[in-house]
């Protein structure tokens, strides 16, 4: 890749780094060594715009979940660098790093995650409780409105579907007001209706409070939820589509050969990598 300039990913004329929510420059990550070595992300520039909803898609090993997990600051790159907001995490000491997740960022996990003991709003205000803040309180109630919990706040989640499991998780990462939320694979242990309904409280919380979600998915009708789609392949991005729906992602998707090399179909924007 030979451009500097971080993947406007959605935003339609170029924001300033204050725009994005994260972003990294020229981000690489490998795996093993010798004949075992896998390079998971090949100098990868892309920036996560502020109140935005922002899908990975890919195929199979393509990277998704390492650019995630380096963006997140779960997992290190080799080279290049990474921020939230204006902190560079490749800077930051292991506690630095530690705060900055616990302060800064929100996860929702393909499963739950939840402490099984507690009550939904117990585990809805638990990492704030971990970090001796005060939930604010209008906050708080906005959240647990928006995701449609308010009748079952005294329920330990084992009396909770899975569907409002998950939004117990969702309710959990929006409470502490984060300055950006990923989501690895939120649906992929949900029923269709309730993966839908998680989807849509997602979308509200970027619409109505201003939230920003990065969300990595196999599912193009899930990442149809999402205000746009970087599509990876062999640990580059290779594509931005705005305003995706499921037929366009999934024709897209199409593609990718099945070792995963890209095929750009006319019409369709270039992404960071062919800039
Ligand atoms: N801990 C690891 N050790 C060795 N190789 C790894 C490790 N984690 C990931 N990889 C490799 O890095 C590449 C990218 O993996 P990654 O999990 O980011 O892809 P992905 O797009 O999320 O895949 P999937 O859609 O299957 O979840 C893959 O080739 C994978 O095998």
């Known amino acids: ?14 924001p300033g780094a204050g725009d994005f929510a994260a972003r990294t420059q020229q981000i690489a990550k490998v ?19 502020r109140g935005r909803f922002t899908a990975i898609m890919g195929p199979s090993g393509s990277g998704k979940s390492t650019l995630m997990h380096c963006m997140a600051g779960l997992d290190s790159v080799d080279s ?5 907001g204006d902190t560079e995490l490749t800077r930051l000491r292991d506690k630095q790093l530690t ?10 996990f393909q499963a739950f995650n939840l402490v099984p003991t507690l009550t939904a709003l117990e585990n809805i205000t638990l990492p704030m409780d971990i970090a001796g803040r005060k939930p604010d ?8 409105d928006t995701v449609g919990l308010r ?8 009396e909770l579907s899975g569907g409002q499991q998950q939004r117990v998780a969702c309710a959990r990462a929006l409470a502490a007001r984060p300055e950006i939320i990923f989501a690895d694979e939120p649906t992929g242990n949900l029923d269709s209706r309730s993966g839908a309904e998680v989807l849509g409280f997602l979308r509200d919380s970027v619409r109505r409070m201003g939230q920003t979600i990065v969300m990595v998915t196999h599912d193009p009708s899930a990442a ?12 580059q991005i290779v594509d931005t589509m705005h305003e995706p729906t499921a037929e366009r992602v999934l024709e897209r ?22 800039r």
Do not use: C
């Not at 290049?80 to 939230?84: E, K, N, R």
């Not at 209008?138 to 959240?143: H, I, P, S, T």
């Open 253 to 274: 998707m199409k593609g990718f050969d099945a070792v995963g090399a890209p095929v750009r179909p006319a019409g369709d924007e270039p992404g960071v990598a062919a």
């Open 224 to 235: 149809a939820y999402a205000d746009q789609v970087l599509f990876l392949s062999d640990g």
């Open 31 to 49: 795996y093993g060594r010798g004949d075992a070595q896998v390079v998971a992300l090949d100098g990868v520039t892309v920036g996560i715009p």
């Open 99 to 108: 705060r900055l997740r616990r302060d800064k960022v929100g996860f929702i």
């Open 151 to 158: 009748p079952r706040l005294k329920h330990r989640p084992s």
């Open 1 to 14: 890749m030979t451009n500097t300039a971080p993947s406007t990913a959605g935003a339609r004329t170029a």
């Open 80 to 84: 290049g660098q990474v921020f939230i």
């Open 137 to 144: 309180r209008e906050w708080l109630d906005a959240v647990i």
